[in-house]
C-alpha cells in the first residue's frame, strides 16, 4: 500500500530549529502562573498557621502536623503523578491535579473538625505534587532545547513568588478575609488558571509523537504552534525510541542509573539545605535575642535572596549548564553558611543571610530541571516525579532533623555547619552529573533514529 505521507518530520528537531512562538510563550506564561498558585498553596499554610491555631481549629502539638502532612502530600503525589502523565498525557493530568488541589482548598474553607481539616491539607498536597511533573514536562516539550533549561529554571521561580505571594497576602487580607477567606482565594485562583489553560493549550506534540498518537492529531497541534508552516501529508516522530519497558526500572536501567542516583541524591541535599535554613532561621535568630519581629524581617531576607538568587541563575543558564550554574553557586553558599554560623553579632549579619538565600535558595531553580532535561520524553513524566519526591523527602528531613538536634542539645550554629557540608557533597555530585550529561547527549546523537507514525 502506497504510504499517504511524503514527509516525515522529527517533531523534536524541529522544535529545536524554530523560533519560539507565541502559543509556546503563552504555554510558558500559563505554567509560570500554575506553578506560582502551588506556591502560593503550598505556603499559605504555614503564614495562617498562627491564625487557626488562634481560632481554636487546632492544638499547639497539631501544628508541626499541619504544615508538614502537605509535604508529605507532595513526596507521594509527584511520582504518581509523573507515570500518569508519561500514561495518559500532560495536559489531562496536570488538568486533575489542579482541579484536585484547588477543591481540596476550597472544601478546607468549611471545615471546623481538625482532622479532617489536616486530611484535606494532605490531599491539596497530592494534587499539588502531580502537578508538577506534567508542568515541567510541558514547558521542555515546548521549548527549544537551547532555551530549555533557562526557561524550565524561570517557570519554576512561580513556585517562590507564590511563596512570597502568600506573605504577603497574609498580611495584607488576612485581618479583612481571615485565614479562610485566603484557603479560599488559594483553591479559586488555580481553577480559573487551569480553566483558560484546558482551552488554549494542546497536549504535547512531542507526547504524541511518542506515544504514537494520529498523524493528523499532530499535524494539527503543530499546525497551531507554527501557523505558517504547512504540515499536511507529513508524517511525526520524536526522535527516539518509544519506551516498551517498566518505566521505573528503566530509570535504573545501566544506560541511565548513574545519572538517575546523582538527579536524585542533589535534590534530597539541595531541599534538605535549603527547607533547614527556610524553616529554621527564625527560630536561630530568636535564640540570638532578636525580637519576634526582627527575627521575622531578618529571616525574610534569606526568601528575597533565594528569589534574586533564582532570576540570577536563570540568566546564567543561557550561557552554561544548569548542572555547573547549581555547583559554582552552591560552592558560594558553603562560604555563605560559614558565616551565617560565626557572624551573628556581626553588622553584616542581615546581609550574610541575604547571601544564603542567594547561593543556597537560588540554585534550587537548577536543581528542578535536571530531570527534566536529563530523561527522553517516554521517561521524563515518571523521572521529574521521582525527583521531585526525593526532593521533597530532604524537605521533611530538613525540617525535622534540625527540631530533634536541638532538643538533643545542639546549637543552631552546629547544625548549620552540617549543612555547608552537604553542600560540597552536591558540588561533587553536580560536576559528576554534568560529565554524565555530556555523555549521554553524545550516545543520543549517535543513537538517533526516527520513528514515525
Known amino acids: 500500500m502506497q504510504n499517504p505521507y511524503t514527509k516525515s518530520i522529527n517533531v523534536s528537531q524541529y522544535i529545536d530549529d524554530q523560533p519560539v512562538g507565541r502559543l509556546q510563550r503563552i504555554v510558558f506564561a500559563l505554567c509560570f502562573l500554575l506553578i506560582a498558585l502551588e506556591g502560593f498553596d503550598t505556603a499559605i499554610i504555614s503564614f495562617i498557621a498562627p491564625q487557626i491555631l488562634r481560632d481554636g481549629l487546632i492544638a499547639q502539638h497539631d501544628v508541626a502536623l499541619l504544615i508538614g502532612i502537605g509535604m508529605i502530600g507532595l513526596l507521594v503525589g509527584a511520582p504518581v503523578g509523573g507515570v500518569l502523565a508519561d500514561r495518559l498525557g500532560r495536559k489531562k493530568v496536570l488538568a486533575f491535579a489542579v482541579c484536585w488541589f484547588g477543591l481540596c482548598c476550597i472544601v478546607s474553607t468549611l471545615i471546623n473538625q481538625p ?173 540570638a535575642d532578636y525580637n519576634p519581629a526582627q527575627a521575622a524581617r531578618m529571616a525574610s531576607l534569606f526568601q528575597m535572596g533565594s528569589l534574586l538568587g533564582s532570576l540570577c541563575c536563570v540568566w546564567l543558564t543561557r550561557r552554561h549548564h544548569g548542572a555547573v550554574v547549581a555547583g559554582a553557586s552552591y560552592v558560594l553558599g558553603v562560604v555563605a553558611i560559614a558565616a551565617l554560623t560565626l557572624g551573628q553579632s556581626s553588622a553584616y549579619f542581615p546581609a550574610i543571610i541575604f547571601l544564603s538565600g542567594l547561593f543556597v535558595g537560588g540554585p534550587i531553580i537548577c536543581v528542578n530541571a535536571l530531570a527534566t532535561v536529563y530523561y527522553p520524553t517516554a521517561l521524563r513524566g515518571l523521572g521529574s516525579g521521582v525527583a521531585v519526591s526525593c526532593g521533597r523527602l530532604g524537605a521533611i528531613a530538613g525540617a525535622f532533623i534540625v527540631g530533634a538536634a536541638s532538643q538533643a542539645g545542639f546549637s543552631y550554629p552546629q547544625i548549620f555547619s552540617s549543612s555547608s557540608l552537604l553542600l560540597l557533597v552536591s558540588v561533587i555530585m553536580l560536576l559528576a552529573l554534568h560529565r554524565q550529561l555530556l555523555r549521554q547527549r553524545q550516545s543520543d546523537q549517535a543513537e538517533l533514529s526516527t520513528s514515525t507514525c
Open 115 to 287: 482532622g479532617l481539616f489536616i486530611f484535606l491539607r494532605l490531599l491539596a498536597g497530592l494534587g499539588i505534587g502531580a502537578a508538577m511533573p506534567p508542568v515541567a514536562n510541558m514547558v521542555a516539550e515546548h521549548c527549544p532545547a537551547r532555551y530549555r533549561t533557562s526557561m524550565l529554571a524561570l517557570v519554576f521561580c512561580g513556585f517562590l513568588f507564590g511563596a512570597m505571594a502568600a506573605g504577603l497576602s497574609t498580611g495584607a487580607l488576612s485581618a479583612h478575609i481571615g485565614w479562610r477567606g485566603l484557603l479560599l482565594v488559594g483553591g479559586i485562583a488555580p481553577l480559573a488558571v487551569i480553566l483558560l489553560f484546558v482551552l488554549v493549550v494542546d497536549e504535547s506534540a512531542m507526547f504524541m509523537a511518542v506515544a504514537g498518537k494520529g498523524c493528523e492529531k499532530i499535524a494539527a497541534v503543530m499546525q497551531r504552534l507554527y501557523p505558517a508552516a504547512d504540515f499536511s501529508d507529513c508524517s511525526f516522530g520524536a526522535g527516539e525510541a518509544p519506551r516498551t519497558g517498566k518505566p521505573l526500572r528503566e530509570l535504573v536501567a545501566p544506560r541511565y542509573r548513574i545519572g538517575s542516583l546523582l538527579i536524585w541524591a542533589i535534590q534530597l541535599l539541595a531541599y534538605y539545605v535549603f527547607y533547614q535554613l527556610s524553616n529554621w532561621l527564625p527560630s536561630y535568630l530568636a535564640s
